[in-house]
C-alpha cells in the first residue's frame, strides 16, 4: 500500500465501503469528498492500476458497467494501513 498514490488509496477506502461498486458510483463518492469533478481519465487508469496491483477484482455487469470488490490482498492492506495510522493519530483524544 505504501507505494499507492493518495487517490489511490482513496478508490481503496470507496470500493471496501461500497457493495461492489459501478465505476460512476465511485467518481460520485470521491467527487463528494473532493468537492470536485474527477475526469474518467484520471479515475479508470488508478482503478486499472489497482486491479494490475491484485488489490481490486475488476468484474463485468453488463457490456458496458464493471464493478470493483476489493481482494483478500487488498483487505489484508487496508488493515495493516489502519494499524499503522493508529499508531500516530489518537481520534478519541
Same mark, same amino acid.
Given at each position: ?33 473532493? $468537492? ?15 486491479? $494490475? ?31 499503522? $495510522? ?8
Amino acid at each position: 500500500m505504501y507505494d499507492l498514490t493518495g487517490f489511490q488509496r482513496d478508490l481503496l477506502y470507496v470500493i471496501s465501503g461500497s457493495d461492489d461498486p459501478h465505476g460512476l458510483a465511485i467518481k460520485e463518492e470521491l467527487e463528494d469528498y473532493y $468537492e470536485k469533478e474527477i475526469h474518467h481519465g484520471r479515475l479508470y487508469p488508478n482503478l486499472d492500476t489497482l486491479v $494490475e496491483k491484485g488489490l481490486v477484482e475488476k468484474g463485468q455487469r453488463d457490456r458496458r458497467t464493471n464493478f470493483y470488490t476489493v481482494t483478500r490482498r487488498g483487505r489484508r492492506e487496508l488493515q495493516a494501513r489502519r494499524e499503522w $495510522e493508529g499508531q500516530y493519530v489518537d481520534i478519541e483524544a
